[in-house]
């Protein structure tokens, strides 16, 4: 991830605009912002929700509530909670989120 011409600034995401994107079950809704080749999003996912496709995209992803299953292409899934994380890089390893309960994300890519 390279970082350019991004002057300091400040967002509050509630007033971001929220889109609605269904997975394979359940429903994810994002706020985002886009900085160059920078995407900011706020994310929340409902109970019950799983991806609908397998990602490439790098990612810098922090629960920051709930609870969010990854799991990877190589067949190994991991659990974050709140206060957890991940990184990966683009073209590394597949992955799709998935959760039970719901969660939100804050996720950088």
Same mark, same amino acid.
């Given at each position: %991830?390279? %970082?350019?011409?991004?002057?300091?600034?400040?967002?509050?995401? !509630?007033?971001?605009?929220?889109? &609605? #994107?269904? @997975?394979?079950?359940?429903?994810?809704?994002?706020?985002?912002?886009?900085?160059?080749?920078?995407?900011?999003r %706020?994310?929340?996912?409902?109970?019950?929700?799983? !991806?609908? #496709?397998?990602c490439?995209?790098? #990612?810098?992803?922090?629960?920051? &509530?709930? !609870?969010?299953?990854?799991?990877? !292409?190589? @067949?190994? *899934? +991991? &659990?974050?909670r709140a @206060?957890? *994380?991940?990184?990966?890089?683009?073209?590394?390893?597949?992955?799709? *989120?998935?959760? &039970? #309960?719901?969660?939100?994300?804050?996720? +950088?890519?």
């Amino acid at each position: %991830m390279l %970082m350019f011409d991004i002057p300091f600034g400040t967002t509050d995401w !509630a007033t971001v605009e929220r889109t &609605e #994107h269904k @997975g394979e079950t359940g429903t994810a809704w994002w706020r985002t912002r886009t900085f160059n080749n920078i995407r900011v999003r %706020m994310v929340e996912y409902s109970p019950g929700y799983l !991806a609908d #496709h397998w990602c490439q995209k790098g #990612h810098v992803l922090l629960v920051t &509530e709930g !609870a969010l299953t990854t799991e990877l !292409a190589d @067949g190994r *899934s +991991v &659990e974050l909670r709140a @206060g957890q *994380s991940y990184q990966v890089a683009d073209n590394t390893l597949a992955h799709r *989120s998935r959760t &039970e #309960h719901g969660a939100k994300l804050f996720i +950088v890519d």
